[in-house]
């Protein structure tokens, strides 16, 4: 067995070796150039790094060659260690063409349209630290989701920063350090040693090939010096022992005290104080779609993803099978529980969410029929806009506008993912948008609003005829659910309200004047509901000890909870993983998916019954 161990790292170094220079197989090397530096073009410059004026040129030739905005330089002396944190970071197969890719680069230097960096309201310096860059490359990505791109640029000279600046880079460039990647070489080393001393032959050879990898993922990218080239695989070997306490050196130099820290924790302990129970409102009798009171509590549950206090108990109605929250949020409750779950402290992390992959957004795009030929789209509930971004790129020639309330729309605006965005309640502008737009889109919207009649009744009213009405909502009503009640993803208390049935909305939107011409549950399921479970379970042991809504501040004793509440969690991801896999071909056959959507089409001259249904003069006096 210990020989066996030492062979199979051996075949795992040589296959990350492997795996690592194939994801710079497209890392591009400048062409020489005599052309001027276009006028358009600025260079943000790393302190250290020499950035000679042939190199410049050959990067603007470049990026006008190719359609660039972002383009970030790799020297090429970059240090072949330096270069392999670049392969684990970015896949330059992927990179331009992944709209949704974290900006990551050398952070050297980097050459941006200046278009771009006054959309992102950044200076022009050469005076940078790696570390700033860092943060700046993962910024401007998201300006130029698709004319971003990395190359070799001959000429230009990389900093050669001391250990500490360069784990700091590291932590930088990671981003979440304590949390993969970063500690990945140290495992890799720690493999290495083990199989060592487990079978000395097979070790060296396991050595070897480690310190070998380096310069054979460099080859024919970077041209890194002599002494480089020797002394990396030394350092490869004996450093990454001193690696943890360097970077937790670096986490305390690099990372200064939040100032909102303390008056964010203080404000969210002052509204606990006062009591959650009056965030909510008064318990309701009656079923707020139908009216009936035959009302049956189907779960009970706390707050699943941040654990912020408060229980939220979930009711179905026996007539019409509507399940919501009662007693519901209250104004001042959405904004305690919605703060810093989209933005704020959790900002970068929900975007990272939405920014996973870009299937289900394109499957969206698709669901208009082939004869809707839309000039203007408008999205409502939109986020952070990576709907409208993915869609515009589908559908050229559509404009894309949005609706939402949180910050991330209005920094999607600034991006360009979305052409304008309303930072307004949907129903507040009816009279604005009335006749503007061939399609609206509700993607997990209807769920979060107090009233989703009224914002049917305000979509009716401002489609015009012909216009199609796209809505997906998680599916309450189907086994899901049933199975894992309070810790259901789909049931995310206490942000959701409302779980419409499937037929009642499409009898409230025919009310409307509006004819549905297409339902789907098997091509919107989302995979993970016991995936998710072990997720809340982690949370519910020890959230991260820092959130300032929690009753006692972060310890050494509580930091070690989560870290054993994430040691004994992991090994139950894999069975979680199996059980969604088999219960996948049950769930996606009829009407058993997680979510479904319902595409509806406006009918031309049709009035709303009266069952449901108001003009935009009546709902802008409302």
Not at 322 to 351: V, W
């Amino acid at each position: 067995m210990r020989r066996w161990f030492a062979i199979t790292t051996c075949v795992l170094v040589t296959a990350n070796g492997v795996r690592l220079r194939l994801r710079l197989r497209d890392l591009a090397r400048a062409a020489r150039s005599a052309d001027p530096v276009a006028g358009t073009h600025a260079f943000l410059v790393a302190d250290g790094v020499g950035l000679p004026d042939e190199a410049r040129r050959a990067a603007s030739a470049h990026a006008l060659r190719e359609g660039l905005e972002v383009l970030d330089l790799v020297p090429e002396d970059l240090s072949a260690e330096r270069l392999l944190d670049l392969a684990r970071l970015v896949d330059t197969s992927r990179y331009r063409g992944n709209r949704f890719a974290a900006g990551r680069g050398a952070n050297q230097a980097l050459l941006v349209d200046r278009r771009v960096l006054a959309r992102a309201g950044i200076e022009e310096r050469e005076d940078y630290s790696p570390l700033e860059l860092a943060e700046l490359t993962r910024r401007l990505k998201q300006y130029a989701p698709s004319t971003s791109d990395l190359v070799v640029v001959a000429g230009l000279t990389a900093s050669r920063p001391g250990a500490a600046q360069r784990v700091r880079g590291q932590v930088a460039a990671y981003r979440h350090p304590f949390q993969g990647l970063a500690f990945l070489p140290a495992a890799r080393a720690a493999a290495v040693a083990a199989s060592c001393v487990a079978s000395p032959g097979w070790g060296l050879a396991a050595a070897a090939l480690s310190a070998a990898q380096p310069a054979a993922v460099a080859a024919g990218r970077v041209s890194p010096g002599a002494r480089d080239t020797l002394a990396g695989p030394a350092r490869r070997l004996v450093g990454w022992p001193g690696f943890a306490v360097d970077l937790a050196r670096a986490r305390r130099a690099g990372v200064g005290p939040d100032p909102e820290a303390s008056p964010r924790r203080r404000r969210y302990q002052e509204e606990i104080a006062a009591g959650v129970e009056g965030l909510l409102e008064t318990r309701r009798d009656t079923c707020p779609w139908c009216g009936s009171a035959a009302l049956a509590l189907r779960a009970e549950s706390g707050d699943t993803t941040l654990r912020k206090p408060g229980l939220f108990r979930y009711e179905q109605c026996a007539d019409c099978a509507l399940i919501f929250q009662n007693p519901r949020l209250t104004p001042a409750g959405l904004d305690f529980y919605y703060r810093d779950f989209y933005d704020g402290l959790n900002a970068e992390r929900a975007e990272g969410m939405f920014g996973a992959s870009d299937l289900g957004y394109r499957a969206r795009a698709a669901l208009l029929p082939p004869e809707a030929k839309p000039a203007n789209w408008l999205d409502v509930g939109a986020g952070h806009g990576h709907f409208c971004l993915v869609a515009a790129g589908m559908l050229p020639g559509v404009g894309f506008d949005a609706v939402d309330m949180g910050d991330g729309i209005d920094a999607a605006e600034r991006r360009g993912w979305v052409r304008h965005a309303y930072r307004k309640m949907f129903p507040e502008i009816v009279d604005e948008i009335a006749g503007r737009y061939d399609v609206i889109s509700m993607f997990h919207y209807l769920e979060h609003t107090p009233d989703p009649k009224l914002e049917l009744d305000t979509a009716a009213a401002a489609l015009p005829a012909g216009g199609h009405l796209i809505i997906e909502v998680p599916h309450g009503q189907g086994p899901s659910f049933k199975l894992f009640r309070g810790l259901w993803v789909g049931l995310c208390p206490p942000q959701h309200l409302h779980f419409i049935p499937p037929d009642e909305l499409v009898k409230a939107l025919a009310d409307r004047g509006l004819t549905t011409v297409t339902t789907q549950f098997s091509q919107a399921h989302l995979f993970g509901d016991a995936v998710a479970v072990v997720y809340y379970l982690a949370q519910k042991l020890q959230p991260n000890p820092t959130l300032p809504w929690l009753p006692d501040e972060a310890t050494p004793a509580r930091w070690a909870r989560r870290v054993a509440a994430l040691a004994v969690t992991a090994p139950l991801y894999p069975v979680a993983f199996a059980v969604d896999a088999l219960m996948l071909p049950y769930l996606l056959t009829g009407r058993r998916a997680n979510i479904y959507r319902v595409v509806a089409r406006k009918e031309p001259d049709s009035a709303p019954t009266a069952a449901g249904g108001a003009s935009a003069a009546t709902l802008a006096g409302r």
